[in-house]
């Protein structure tokens, strides 16, 4: 049968249009070079890590569509590798970056180029060191634009500006790391938070070098707003402005307005200002939410929003006026850090699954490790303990032979086990009077394994030992929808009534409320090793982490790819 002359122009236009998509992909080929600069801060210099001998480290700004070709040159002296924080990776587990997850770690004096390509993926994410606390210092903004001729579902900003949140130590994280790592205690929290790099106005030796950010009257930005923190949720705000949220993670929402963020390390948030005030200066401003029974930085880093028309002070004392400074809740409102979570929808109807092939329930917390002699110098946590962190009362063991995704291609035994428990090996009132007995999980390195496609529930139980906590919990290689949430401990039996399965948000980080329970759906539908994480660098050394291996599929395109040549060597 012949096919009619519109069906032919329609396969030729469409033809036409895919070619055309293909055509303006672009290749971006960038070099990291890892080295030591001298950063000065609060008054001291220190040698801090940097990318490019810059902090933050530079942004990357893309489309959906291209391709990236980064070569990571290894010039300091510490093991790294850099995760690419928010892209899936499709069938390709090798550009990924956790060391001992998906590569062993780029040596010092060695490079590694990582090759990926940007699948039906736009807005704002993030890339970090993947090694220890080096992500203290290294890391920056990876932005996605939509494609050539595809526009924002919501009114086009001005521009863009990014405002990386950061944390810094008056001191070598690393060193930090270590001292914490010998003592088995809390590590010492951060001596200030940053705005693109800078602790701003309210901080020793800093007011010349605070962020300005210069706008015009009328004029209407997107805040591309990155939690880089090592440690620390944070609540954001503009003085007398309003935040117009339009994007979680790199997943559109319905938009809304609100006077203040809270934002968990590794998340981002789009938000839109319009420059709508009497002109002047207004401080950008984050500080801690803190939702744990535990020391915190309890300062505030601040940037300035000016109006390029601000009045200026006249006569004695000229000079430019103060910014007016914005409200915060206070350190511990969990109601506004709630109510601003619970606000998030998916801008559309969402492909959530509908049933259930994997149903997890994972407890998530601290625990004590007890010691045979608790008056030792490395048992300093509470009562000659040493701090641990679990899933399911599995503390998970980084591999320092081989990374997991490497042994698990090439076949090799004794590196991890797959017997990573679906539910909590003892149930118990999660967020209750916890017995003692329960407070020392079990190390190890143990992975979970999934069919591919699989539709996969994970329920995600806060508890109460140690310390309640909201633990902003990341998964590799995947986006996830977040379908309930709520106090107390999860009841199998009412709870899912309550799920929405129409329009919940899209992440890739998503934190436990503090005695409480978060419940996420996905589809298990890119092969591979895939980390899922507190993103908390504290607990992550402690345990808080396990690993999905999602099996193949059939043919070519749901299979992991091969490994590149120049993948670092164990």
């Known amino acids: 049968m012949e096919s009619s002359p519109r069906f032919s ?70 093991n790294i590798s850099i995760h690419w924080h928010g892209i899936r990776q499709l069938r390709n587990p090798w550009a990924d970056g956790p060391e001992y997850i998906t590569q062993c770690p780029i040596r010092p004096g060695q490079s590694y180029t990582y090759r990926f390509t940007i699948e039906d993926q736009e807005g704002t994410l993030w890339w970090h060191a993947h090694s220890r606390w080096l992500r203290a210092t290294v890391y920056g903004a ?13 009114h086009m900003p001005k521009r863009d500006i990014p405002i990386l949140l950061g944390e810094w130590w008056d001191r070598n994280p ?45 004029e209407t930005v997107q805040l591309r707003v990155i939690n880089a923190g090592l440690n620390q949720e944070l609540f954001f705000s503009v003085a007398n402005h309003q935040l117009t949220v339009v994007e979680t993670d790199s997943a559109y929402t319905k938009p809304f307005t609100t ?53 200026t002070r006249r006569g004695r004392g ?12 206070g350190f511990n409102d969990t109601a506004t850090a709630t109510a601003f979570t619970n606000r998030l929808r ?39 303990t040493r701090f641990a962190a679990s899933i399911n009362n599995q503390s998970f063991v980084l591999p320092r032979s081989n990374s997991i995704m490497q042994a698990y291609y090439q076949g090799t035994p004794g590196i991890f086990t797959t017997d990573f428990p679906p539910v909590p090996p003892v149930q118990f009132d999660y967020t209750g009077n916890v017995s003692r007995g329960l407070w020392q999980p079990v190390k190890g390195t143990k992975a979970y394994k999934l069919k591919y496609k699989a539709n996969v529930q994970i329920v995600l139980q806060d508890t109460s030992i140690v310390t309640p906590e ?38 890739n980080t998503i934190g436990t409320p503090p005695g409480g329970w978060v419940a996420i759906r996905f589809v298990a539908d890119n092969p591979g090793a895939w980390f899922m994480h507190c993103h908390i660098d504290s607990h992550l050394g402690w345990g808080l982490a396990m690993v999905f291996l999602v099996e193949n599929g059939r043919g070519e395109l749901q299979t992991v790819q091969a490994p590149p040549l120049d993948l670092p060597r164990c």
């Open 9 to 78: 122009s329609l396969v030729f236009t469409a033809l036409i249009a895919y070619f055309a998509v293909l055509a303006s992909a672009e290749l971006h080929v960038r070099e990291f070079v890892i080295q030591p600069k001298p950063v000065k801060r609060l008054c001291r210099t220190h040698e801090s890590i940097t990318v490019n001998g810059q902090f933050p480290g530079p942004t990357l700004e893309v489309r959906n569509g291209d391709s990236l070709a980064i070569t990571v040159i290894n010039r300091a002296r510490y």
């Open 142 to 154: 990876l932005i996605i634009y939509p494609r050539l001729g595809s526009p924002y579902p919501f």
């Open 174 to 218: 690393m060193d930090v790391l270590r001292q914490a790592q010998f003592t088995g205690a809390a590590a010492n929290v951060s001596d200030a938070y940053t705005i693109n790099g800078q602790p701003g106005d309210l901080y020793r030796c800093s007011r010349p070098e605070t962020v300005r950010f210069p706008i015009f009257p009328g």
């Open 259 to 311: 006077s203040v963020i809270m934002i968990g390390p590794g998340q981002t948030t789009n938000v839109l200002l319009t420059a709508n005030q009497r002109p002047g200066r207004y401080y950008m401003a984050a500080r801690a939410y803190n939702s744990a029974n535990a020391p915190f930085d309890n300062t505030t880093t601040t940037a300035i929003l000016e109006y390029v028309n601000a009045p």
């Open 318 to 329: 000229r000079g430019q006026i103060a910014p007016v400074f914005p409200v915060l809740p």
């Open 346 to 384: 998916y801008w559309k109807r969402a492909p959530v699954p509908q049933t259930i092939d994997e149903n997890l329930f994972f407890t998530v917390g601290l625990g004590l490790i007890n010691c045979s002699n608790p008056n030792s110098p490395r048992c300093q946590g509470p009562n000659g």
């Open 470 to 507: 909201n633990h902003p919990m990341h998964l590799h290689g995947y986006q996830f929808y977040v379908v309930g949430s709520g106090f107390g401990n999860f009841n199998p039996r009412t709870d899912p009534a309550r799920f929405n399965l129409f329009d919940p948000p899209e992440r």
